[in-house]
């Protein structure tokens, strides 16, 4: 729900909120002070302080009578559930905590700071800060401004820990350091700016600059550290200005004009609104007449009349799927329309009318479309040709992966999940074809879950170029990375010993894959196999991390998926997997944590025993590892073929992360925050220093 300032509410809403731009001096409130809503028999604009059983409001945080709309730049508890307007109040607690009431004293919010002579300040640039005294330093310890809503003010910084929510839209940093827009809904997730179409550096930003920070000045211009240059059409100070993520999904910076106390558009994002994902929901048009109106696709009505974002459903029912459903449906053909996204299905080399029977003979399937281009051809058959899921990620016959790896001879390695083989298709590219063996899903859930993975694309991912599907064969085709993979330069005796700096380069970059993985692709991606062997390297040493022969898209609610069988491998595997507990997330974070201290050892952590030949358990492992950090003494656990020559803080932090990852699931960090933490010491001088 987007925040919003309320006149005359019957109910107040159980989080504060205080709107731009007041002129007034900054204020300095004790512990004496207590915010509450407005009265429900006047109309105002916004919150008031009061002292302590004192009834006269005096005004706080208001907007100036002549700006109009307010905007909110700070709530608490968005989201949360109404309280009662007559008996809530925002308080300013004796412990130097800020909290927010329902009528009958329960607490809904808090800021969560205490401290002795703490005080509360709104100041000029609209930050509300909770600060020690001038005597201690005036230390901030809580401030709005780490607390955006869907607008930013001048100076508030957006960084890596922040982000501008509006419904199913937001405004964030991923993990490769670029600001960018994203539809997050409840069935699936696109990034619509920059133009996903194009590369980083296509899109004019770059991706080297890891600090992660933007911020919009006084003269109208708002910077990004990924190189995002973005200036306001009247550029200049003096003018008020605030920069808000927008319930259609535009990011954009408004002006404020004096005279008239409205806000105008000064700079937009996004240049044809209609690019953007959800703006009008499913089977929905968007269209300019000029300015932008939706509507329904022949034959459907709004599914909510109120509310553009559910889109249309169909006025016709298909019951069953049946030869006989042609004689009652006919297609109808939009005018000067294009879809959202990419192909589900590309059929080469045939008729329109093929085209119309294939769709009508699918269930899923309620619309195709039909381009000529050049002579037209004999028809093929599905299964004679291929299918196009993304880009060049295509479906394969099993015909044409046994000719491009000449029977499957040159083999590059085996595991559980399959044979690995090298082979060469259209136009010469080199490939790795991956065998899948004791493969449960059917053709179509297979192919649900290969149209995911296909759009998977990431620095530090090996990416899926196609698959095969054809009764028993199934079978994936990777990108080849010609370095061969971790394990062999780690474990390998006839390999030199990797330099600390690509052993760091290669744990940040894959847990940057991982979190990707986990937290920002289309859908949601449990690996199930982590281990050195899935982590290829390139010529540069950047590490690429493959297989998803195993993987399994993850439930967004976080509950977990349960698997029928186990995956994986052993050393590698979680405790979770063997007490047939529902797999998520933390699965992938336990191997990344054994992973990632055979990267600092260079042995094989997974394959170490007790005296008696047991393999070591993750609790005997994760507290010796805690020792080691309480003592800070690393040497002894580094890779001695580096002779001492390696980062220790680097070092230090890396023992932390595993230590934590083989904790008990709920107390394992997620990916991002392992990706955001290595990150945080990457900028660290690359020269190793020596210990001996």
């Excluded at 080399?349 to 309620?366: A, D, I, W």
């Excluded at 195709?368 to 050049?374: A, I, N, P, V, W």
């Excluded at 847990?511 to 062997?533: M, Q, S, T």
């Excluded at 054994?594 to 394959?607: A, D, F, K, N, Q």
């Amino acid at each position: 729900m987007p925040a919003k300032c309320l006149e005359n509410p019957p109910v107040w809403p159980s989080w504060l909120s205080f709107a731009l731009f007041r002129r007034a001096r900054r204020r300095r409130c004790q512990r004496s002070w207590a915010l509450a809503p407005p009265s429900p028999s006047k109309t105002t604009r916004g919150l008031s302080w009061r002292p302590a059983r004192t009834p006269s409001p005096s005004p706080f945080g208001t907007p100036t009578p002549r700006t109009r709309p307010a905007a909110a730049v700070w709530t608490a508890n968005p989201g949360g559930a109404p309280v009662n307007g007559r008996g809530s109040r925002i308080s300013f607690r004796r412990d130097g905590g800020l909290a927010l009431a329902d009528g009958n004293g329960t607490a809904v919010w808090e800021s969560r700071t205490s401290g002795e002579g703490l005080a509360i300040s709104l100041l000029e640039s609209g930050n509300l800060v909770i600060s020690e005294p001038f005597t201690g330093g005036g230390r901030a310890v809580w401030q709005s401004f780490d607390w955006p809503t869907d607008t930013l003010v001048p100076s508030q910084p957006l960084t890596k820990e922040t982000r501008l929510v509006a419904g199913y839209f937001n405004l964030h940093y991923d993990n490769d350091n670029v600001l960018r827009l994203l539809y997050d809904g409840p069935d699936t997730s696109s990034i619509y700016w920059p133009n996903p179409d194009y590369s980083v550096f296509g899109n004019g930003r770059t991706n080297y600059n890891s600090s992660r920070v933007a911020v919009l000045d006084d003269a109208g211009v708002f910077l990004s550290s990924d190189n995002l240059l973005a200036k306001s059409s009247d550029l200049g100070p003096g003018i008020k200005r605030r920069l808000t993520l927008d319930q259609d999904g535009n990011l954009r910076i408004y002006s404020l004009n004096e005279s008239t106390g409205g806000w105008a558009v000064s700079w937009a994002a996004v240049q044809q609104p209609c690019s953007t994902q959800g703006l009008c929901g499913q089977n929905a048009i968007c269209e300019y007449q000029p300015s932008l109106k939706c509507s329904c696709l022949p034959g459907y009505e709004m599914a909510n009349p109120r509310d553009w974002r559910h889109g249309c459903k169909p006025m016709f029912s298909i019951s069953s799927c049946i030869h006989a459903a042609t004689e009652r449906f006919k297609f109808v053909k939009p005018q000067h329309t294009n879809f959202y996204g990419y192909d589900l299905g590309y059929n080469s080399s045939v008729s329109f009318e093929y085209c119309k029977k294939l769709c009508m003979e699918m269930c899923p399937c309620t619309a195709f479309s039909y381009r000529l281009t050049g002579k037209q051809s004999t028809p093929g058959s599905l299964e004679a040709g291929y299918t196009t899921l993304r880009g060049q990620f295509r479906r394969f016959t099993y015909r044409e992966l046994k000719a491009a790896t000449g029977n499957f001879k040159e083999e590059l390695g085996r595991g559980g999940s399959g044979i690995v083989c090298r082979g060469v298709v259209d136009q010469g590219r080199v490939v790795t074809v991956k065998r899948l063996t004791n493969v449960e899903q059917g053709d179509e859930e297979f192919w649900a879950e290969m149209t995911v993975i296909g759009r998977i694309n990431h620095i530090n991912l090996v990416r899926t170029w196609g698959f095969c599907s054809e009764g028993k064969h199934k079978m994936l085709v990777y990108e080849y990375v010609e370095n061969e993979s971790l394990d062999r330069h780690l474990f390998g005796t006839d390999r030199r010993p990797l330099p600390w700096n690509e052993r760091y380069r290669i744990a940040l970059g894959t847990a940057r894959g991982l979190a990707y993985l986990h937290h920002e692709c289309l859908e949601w991606v449990i690996h199930c196999d982590v281990k050195p062997e899935n982590i290829p390297l390139t010529r540069e040493f950047e590490a690429k991390i493959a297989d998803f022969g195993l993987a399994k898209l993850s439930k967004r609610d976080g509950s977990g998926v349960q698997f029928s069988r186990m995956r994986g491998t052993l050393g590698y595997m979680a405790p979770e997997w063997a007490l047939n507990l529902p797999i998520n997330a933390k699965a992938d974070v336990f191997s990344y944590g054994i992973v990632l201290l055979e990267i600092l050892t260079g042995r094989r952590i997974s394959e170490q025993r007790t005296p008696d030949g047991e393999l070591l358990e993750a609790g005997q492992i994760a507290q010796a590892l805690r020792q080691v950090v309480a003592s800070g003494d690393v040497v002894s656990l580094v890779d001695s073929r580096m002779q001492g020559q390696f980062n220790s803080r680097q070092a230090l932090e890396m023992l932390r992360i595993s230590s934590l990852c083989l904790e008990e699931k709920r107390n394992r960090p997620t990916m991002d925050v392992i990706a955001k933490a290595l990150t945080g010491f990457d900028d660290e001088d690359e020269r190793p220093e020596y210990h001996s």
